[in-house]
């Protein structure tokens, strides 16, 4: 609890675990599948890889993985993926879902989400944004496993952040952001009126994104908070420059 | 030559139709004519040698071959079919024949009609003599003075005989003979047995008279004398010829009526031409003129009859070059114009006795009435055909008027398929039709479909490459980053690190590649909201400044606000891409002007920037997609998608773009005019 604010610093690499855990990768494409294996393991993980849809859910039915990481096409099925998400989602509320794929349009990316998706993420994404990821997702689980201590969030006006359990509030109502979209929020939160440029922003993303990538993403977390507040206005656009969080 | 004048070619070759037909008619109107032409010259000959096997029944006196001499005296004398009435007119004669003018030396007019009927010689004299003078009561021996009509007659021992007609009181008068009386006197004595009637006219008198064969010998001498010295006729000379009367051969028409075949008309002729036997009526089948419309176009259809010579027999006597042929021993036939009208087919063999010929036996024919059916059967199909010419030219007109018409639309929209912004128009006009240009304009189509699917995956090219390659790099890269935590000697970091920035790269140029495809996913999602293009000026070229320092940025806008309904994004999107390009071609230090101008209902956003003008070949094509001919700062890739996208931007807001030289060759001005609204 102490050490929370690690939590949102990019490209940490956990030490050691008390109970190893345990990540299923559905993809495939081998060699790709493989070097995910190595990088997660190298970090500590479990690793059990799948090529399809139909043995990765035989498998989940046996032991539920702690985390998986989804590619949409699989073989022969083109939005396997995504029916697996659903499955997967059936079997278990909590279980953090990333997909990683070659796919990089809007509606897949909202479609994904949808589905329950804590990450969309294209292939673009390096080895170590990839882990940091996982072990962000990781933190966040074992963080709701723990008791709530108030100190931890950031406000701003309206709006709250738990650094730790990456839960965003606005107005006090929960907004759903995937891992992208809060570490999005969170560095534009950090510092209001500063003005965040594209670059800063994939920075603290994790992510290499372009430009209009990016202004979809943060599009999509402006409708989430229009969602609640119709009059939402807290993020604006600095044309030719980039964005910041207002008060 | 166009098609309209092909077709119009086409349409008039079935003019042969009318012409073939004619060729045919003309030869199948010959052939039936030739044939006629046979038959009746087989006919006459048929008759000639028939008759010539009875040479009495033909000839009154068969030794007799002098010649008709007119001249000399020598008279005809037509056969009359009833009795006249002894009546000073010639009208119940029923005879055709204009008398014969008798010769004079003073000029006395006088006109002579012979003929004869049962035991009877018929005369009738026309003589104009206004002024005559009658008979004196007695008269001297010397003073035979007055207006008379002399006739004298030669019998066969030589005597002859002298008669004569004075003008008394008109009416019914008897011939008179001069009587020498034994004293040396002379006297008149009535000849009761010829009878005459004196009529006399305005200009004359008229006598006929009637004078029985018995009293006549084989020649006549026939005189009229006028008060005065003047005379017109003959008078007896000795010992030469002359006065003979010729005439036809009494019981030779009735022999040759048995020969003759209805609507034929049979003659016999003598040496001299003269009618010695007639029978038969010619039928009037002959084309009349005024029967049938003569056309302009009936010299195409029947056989030319006008230099076919005219009828021009005599009563007395036939003339011709066939009845000439005949009678030198030749078998002819002719065809001849009919006086009044319609066509006379004349046949005529010699009629040979002893082997000499002494006459000719000629049959006449009217023109075959089918013939003129025929014809006129012909001119209707002519008419018929000249009609279906006539449709065959309009419809062939009408035909090409509306193949021009098609083809000239279609060429129109083939031409103008491909839009100036670079839209194939895919639908062809005609495409419906079920005929060969139907076809032609589906074949368009087809064409115009291959292409614009070859343009949509030239577009979407760049977005498939970044897409396929997307995950080889991925492999690639993965592989990299676990390299990287094993153990490697320097020197293979070395290379990791190239083979690091070398996946960087090519990140980069994937990422470029697929640029136009997510921008077109954005218009997509894109929506249009109320905005200040100058706010979104100001801010975006105050990024510029910070973003480009070696450039000089000036803005020059309106003062106040520019609304306009837009996708900010985008549109910032869109002037990224420009400002891009224009420091890929501004010198250091150069100088960019973004300039805004509202023109009526649009503006007119302008990137200038100092540099080298656009090469003129490519001015048209900058704005396509996957187009770059232009050699910017090396440093970065380029596939020509920037322009692309700044036009896709702009289409998307109902705007257009365009891209031209300074006028003073200092740079380059990109503009976009967009809407308001």
Redesign the interface.
């Given at each position: 609890m102490k050490n929370g604010r690690r939590a949102h610093r990019p490209g940490h690499r956990l030490s050691s675990h008390p109970v190893k855990k345990t990540i299923a990768i559905v993809e495939d494409?081998p060699?790709?599948r493989e070097?995910?294996a190595?990088?997660l393991a190298?970090h500590g993980y479990g690793v059990k890889t799948y090529a399809n849809r139909k043995g990765a859910l035989q498998a989940f039915g046996t032991h539920l993985p702690d985390l998986a990481i989804i590619d949409i096409a699989l073989e022969d099925e083109a939005e396997g993926g995504f029916d697996l998400c659903r499955e997967l989602r059936a079997m278990s509320a909590e279980i953090p879902i990333i997909f990683l794929t070659?796919?990089?349009?809007?509606l897949d990316a909202v479609s994904g989400l949808r589905l329950g998706a804590d990450d969309f993420l294209?292939?673009?994404v390096?080895?170590?944004h990839l882990a940091a990821r996982v072990a962000a997702l990781f933190r966040r689980i074992d963080a709701l496993r723990r008791p709530h201590t108030a100190s931890e969030v950031l406000r701003r006006g309206a709006l709250s952040i738990d650094a730790e359990r990456m839960q965003t509030t606005w107005k006090g109502t929960p907004v759903t952001l995937s891992l992208t979209e809060f570490w999005i929020v969170h560095a534009l939160a950090r510092n209001p009126g500063h003005v965040k440029n594209r670059q800063q922003l994939m920075d603290a993303a994790n992510v290499?994104l372009?430009?209009?990538?990016i202004?979809?993403h943060v599009?999509r977390i402006r409708r989430k908070f229009i969602e609640i507040d119709p009059g939402f206005d807290a993020i604006q656009?600095?044309?030719?420059?980039g964005y910041r969080f207002v008060e | 030559m166009s098609i309209r004048h092909q077709l119009l070619l086409i349409a008039l070759t079935t003019l042969i139709l009318p012409w073939a037909g004619c060729k045919y008619a003309r030869e199948l109107d010959a052939a039936q004519r030739r044939a006629q032409e046979n038959a009746l010259a087989a006919s006459a000959e048929t008759i000639s040698h028939a008759l010539a096997s009875e040479p009495a029944r033909v000839f009154r006196d068969l030794d007799d071959r002098s010649p008709f001499d007119a001249a000399r005296g020598d008279q005809y004398v037509f056969a009359l079919h009833n009795e006249p009435l002894i009546d000073g007119y010639r009208e119940d004669w029923d005879l055709a024949a204009p008398a014969t003018a008798l010769p004079s030396a003073e000029g006395y007019a006088a006109r002579l009609l012979l003929g004869t009927e049962g035991r009877f010689l018929y005369l009738y004299m026309e003589v104009e003599d206004a002024r005559t003078v009658a008979q004196p009561p007695v008269i001297g021996p010397t003073t035979l003075d007055f207006t008379r009509v002399d006739l004298v007659t030669e019998h066969p021992d030589g005597t002859r005989d002298a008669f004569f007609f004075a003008s008394g009181a008109p009416g019914p008068l008897p011939a008179q003979v001069l009587v020498r009386g034994e004293s040396g006197g002379v006297h008149f004595v009535s000849e009761a047995r010829i009878q005459g009637f004196w009529l006399q006219t305005a200009t004359g008198y008229q006598l006929e008279a009637r004078i029985p064969w018995s009293l006549l010998g084989a020649r006549l001498w026939i005189e009229a004398h006028a008060g005065d010295a003047r005379r017109a006729g003959f008078e007896p000379e000795d010992d030469a010829p002359g006065g003979r009367l010729f005439m036809a051969t009494p019981g030779l028409s009735t022999l040759l009526a048995t020969f003759v075949r209805p609507g034929t008309r049979a003659t016999v002729l003598d040496a001299n031409a003269l009618r010695l036997g007639v029978a038969g009526t010619l039928e009037s089948g002959g084309r009349g003129a005024e029967t049938r419309s003569a056309s302009w176009y009936d010299r195409f259809l029947s056989v030319d009859s006008t230099h076919w010579p005219l009828e021009v027999s005599a009563a007395d006597r036939m003339q011709g070059a066939a009845i000439r042929a005949a009678l030198r021993g030749h078998t002819s036939a002719e065809w001849l114009r009919a006086a009044g009208g319609g066509s006379v087919l004349l046949a005529a063999a010699p009629l040979q006795i002893g082997g000499e010929p002494r006459g000719a036996v000629v049959l006449e024919q009217g023109g075959n009435p089918l013939l003129e059916a025929r014809d006129q059967a012909l001119s209707h199909l002519f008419n018929l055909t000249l009609l279906g010419t006539a449709l065959a030219v309009v419809f062939a007109f009408a035909v090409a008027a509306s193949i021009g018409v098609t083809i000239g639309r279609l060429r129109l929209a083939a031409d103008s398929a491909i839009g100036p912004d670079g839209r194939i128009r895919l639908s062809m006009p005609e495409s419906q039709r079920s005929d060969e240009i139907g076809a032609l304009a589906r074949a368009f189509e087809r064409l115009l479909q291959r292409l614009n699917e070859h343009t949509l995956y030239l577009r979407s090219l760049g977005g498939k490459l970044s897409h396929e390659m997307r995950t080889p790099l991925t492999i690639v890269r993965s592989s990299i980053d676990n390299l990287e935590f094993s153990t490697l000697a320097a020197e293979q970091r070395g290379y990791l690190l190239r083979a690091r920035d070398g996946t960087a790269r090519l990140q980069f140029i994937l990422t470029a590649l697929g640029a136009a495809a997510r921008v077109e996913e954005a218009i997509k999602q894109a929506e249009r909201v109320p905005l200040d293009l100058c706010a979104l000026l100001d801010s975006a070229v105050a990024g510029y400044r910070a973003a480009f320092p070696g450039a000089t940025f000036i803005l020059e806008r309106p003062e106040n606000e520019c609304p306009m309904r837009g996708a900010p994004e985008l549109l910032v999107q869109l002037l990224d891409k420009l400002i891009e390009n224009a420091v890929d071609f501004c010198p250091p230090g150069g100088t960019i002007t973004v300039r805004l101008e509202r023109l009526g209902s649009q503006y007119e956003l302008s990137v200038a920037n100092d540099g080298p003008p656009l090469p003129p070949a490519i001015k048209d094509r900058l704005f396509e997609s996957l187009f770059e001919h232009r050699s910017g700062r090396e440093d970065k890739p380029h596939f020509g998608l920037g322009l692309y996208i700044v036009r896709l931007i702009a289409e998307f807001h109902g705007g257009r773009v365009g891209a031209a030289d300074r006028v003073d060759g200092t740079g380059v001005v990109f503009s976009v005019r967009l809407p308001l609204i």
């Open positions: 494409e060699a790709l070097n995910y190595a990088l190298r070659a796919r990089d349009s809007e294209t292939k673009d390096s080895m170590p290499v372009d430009d209009n990538t202004t979809s599009k656009t600095v044309y030719g420059m | -």
